[in-house]
Structures are given as C-alpha cells and as structure tokens.
C-alpha cells in the first residue's frame, strides 16, 4: 500500500507509455503482487444490472486493453474491472509518442487509438481469468473498418465476448478514432443500438443469460444532444451508460507545450466536464436507470462528489495512474452506504 508513492518518481521519470507497458507486464506475470500493492479490499456489495457488485470502485477501459492482468486488478480491490477497448482484428494504434503526462495539472493526453491484440487474445485470457470482481468487456471497431460499417465490428466483438463478460460497453466515445464520435449522432445511434439490443436478445437466448450493455460517451456534447441519446439509449433497451471518456477541451491546460498535442484529455481538468454530463444524464433518465461516473476523481472526495450527481458506480484510470493501488480502497471507503 506504501510502496506506491516510493516508486512513482521512478516510473514518472521514464516515458509514459513505457511505464504502461513494464507495469502491465510486471502484473501480468505476477497478479499476486497485486494484493501487496493495495491493501484490504473494502466490502460494500451493490446490486446493479443484476450483477453482484463487491464495492462501487471499478477500472476503466483503456488501461488493461487486452485483459493481460485481470487477477492482480482484482486482488488490487475492484469492484469492477472493464477491459479493453478491444477490436475485431488487431490494430498497432497510433505512431508513437501518443500519451503525455501533465503531472502539474493530474492528467494525460491520449492518441493510443485503440491499440490491441485483437478480441480473440482478450476472450482467451478473460476466459482463464480467476476473479471474484465483475468484468465488463469494451469494443470497439479497426481504424480501417469504415464508418458506415462500424456496427459490424460491434456485432462481431459483442458475439465473441458475450459468453464471458458480465457486462458489454459499447465505446463510440474515444477521440482518437476517426468518425467514431459521429456514432453519437441520433441517426446512426439508433440504428446501432437497434442491431446491438436485437443480437442480445438472441445472444441471450443462445447462451441462458442476458448480459447488460452499456454505452460510453463523450463529454463534449451538447446538452440537447446529450439528453436526446440518453432517452434513445434507454427506450431501445440499452442498460446503462458511462460518462465520460475524455475530452477534446484543453480547459484547464492551455498553458501548457503538451496541450497541442492530438488526443483525448483526462485526469482533473476533466472533473467539472465529467459531472456535468453525469447530472444532465441522472435528470433526463431518472433515478433508476444505472449509471457509472467516471473522469478525474482522484480521491475518495472526488468520488462520493459523483456519487452525490447521480453515479450509481465510478471508475478511475488517471487517478490510478498519480496516487496508486491506495485511491481504490479511499474511493471505495468513502462510498460505503
Ligand atoms: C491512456 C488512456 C487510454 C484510454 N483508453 C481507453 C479505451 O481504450 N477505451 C475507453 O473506453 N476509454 C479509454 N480511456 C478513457 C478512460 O477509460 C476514462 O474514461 C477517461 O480517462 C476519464 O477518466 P479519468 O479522468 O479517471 O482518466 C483511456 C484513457 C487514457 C488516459
């Protein structure tokens, strides 16, 4: 638990996505070292979308694409893990560099542009995993696969991870795709999520159990855009939502060399954006409908502050990445009912 903050100068001294890599590979080999690195994980067991929840604390997408360390995230302390983004065929992503750290400010700026091993590495090592936290599964589409044929790639991933997620989240939120963001658009949202929700059904049939989808949004869309998806998300059968993915603002960080660069911005700067979103959707869907929050909480404050606008669960990932392991248990703690 006390180690973290003795070798984050060490990682933060070393190129980002390098330090990515080393720990990803380090917890691969030895999840064990997971439960060293964050302490007791804090019980507070929610029901949600008909999943056992052990606390409300979850990963988000993005930092586990290939569901390389699912058991040493879950002996970290999770509630949840969601790994991914995951496409049909895999993708190298973007030229390098494409992560920068703005340690000042307690963010990164991403263009990875989903790379990953492809869905059929993730559904192998998701299927070995040992856990005892929920694993929900992001996809997405190739870079190459046109954007008129994206609900291919979507149906083909939902096919192939359904039998071993607990949860699917559709990600038409990431800035670093071209057009994927369009997807957002009511015309082809709701074509999509009509295909989507159509293949649950049979997909549930096939397999004996109805797995939730969700769908990932962007923070940076107008309110009446915003409450428009959450009601079509909601009428076509959609589960939940989670908001947000990053930002294309540079608020908060225009002062900054690394505020030119491409990508998506996350961490603090992205806080106020996040929890705007997250009230707008708990005012348009109502009090039952699941949502997660997610976007710059980086404390247990942060959390029980998204709790209060209306998440029913949070996730973290640049939070993780600049206090550690220990932001788990904090958020986890201060969200206790
Ligand atoms: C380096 C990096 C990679 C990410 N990759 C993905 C991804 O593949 N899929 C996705 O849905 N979100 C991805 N995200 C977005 C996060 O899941 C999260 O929504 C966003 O960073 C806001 O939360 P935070 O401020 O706690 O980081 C990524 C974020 C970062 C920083």
């Known amino acids: ?44 067991p929610v029901r949600l979308m008909g999943l056992e929840f052990r606390n409300r604390v979850g990963l988000a997408a993005g930092l586990d694409k290939n569901g390389e360390c699912i058991e040493a995230f879950d002996r970290m302390g999770f509630g949840f893990i969601e790994i991914g983004t995951v496409t049909p065929r895999p993708q190298p992503g973007n030229p390098r560099p494409r992560m920068f750290r703005l340690p000042r400010e307690r963010a990164i700026i991403n263009r990875l542009g989903f790379n990953n091993q492809g869905v059929d590495a993730l559904v192998a090592r ?134 030119g660069e491409a990508g998506g911005l996350s961490g603090a700067p992205l806080r106020a954006a996040a929890e705007r979103v997250l009230r707008g959707l708990r005012g348009a869907v109502g009090p039952d409908f699941p949502l997660i929050g997610v976007g710059g909480i980086l404390s247990g404050a942060d959390a029980l502050e998204r709790r209060n606008a209306g998440a029913d669960l949070v996730q973290i990932y640049t939070g993780f990445i600049y206090r550690g392991p220990s932001l788990i248990a904090e958020c986890a703690r201060a969200l206790r009912s």
């Open 126 to 259: 998701a299927t070995r995993a040992r856990r005892r936290a929920v694993l929900g599964i992001n996809i997405g589409k190739n870079a190459d696969t046109p954007i008129e044929r994206a609900e291919d790639d979507y149906l083909f991933c939902l096919n192939k991870v359904y039998p071993v997620a607990d949860y699917i989240t559709i990600n038409i939120s990431s800035p670093n795709t071209a057009g994927l963001r369009d997807l957002q658009q009511a015309g082809h949202f709701d074509r999509l999520l009509r295909s989507l929700c159509e293949a649950r059904e049979q997909l549930s049939d096939r397999h004996g159990k109805r797995r939730p989808l969700l769908i990932k949004i962007a923070p940076d869309m107008e309110e009446a855009q915003l409450l428009e998806l959450a009601q079509t998300a909601r009428a076509r059968g959609i589960d939940g939502l989670i908001a947000t993915n990053t930002t294309t603002s540079r608020s908060g960080v225009e002062h900054r060399a690394e505020a």
């Open 1 to 44: 638990m006390f180690v973290y903050p003795l070798v984050r100068p060490l990682l933060f001294s070393l190129d980002a996505e390098q330090v990515h890599e080393l720990t990803i590979a380090w917890l691969s080999r030895y999840p064990a070292s997971g439960t060293l690195l964050a302490g007791a994980t804090v019980r507070d």
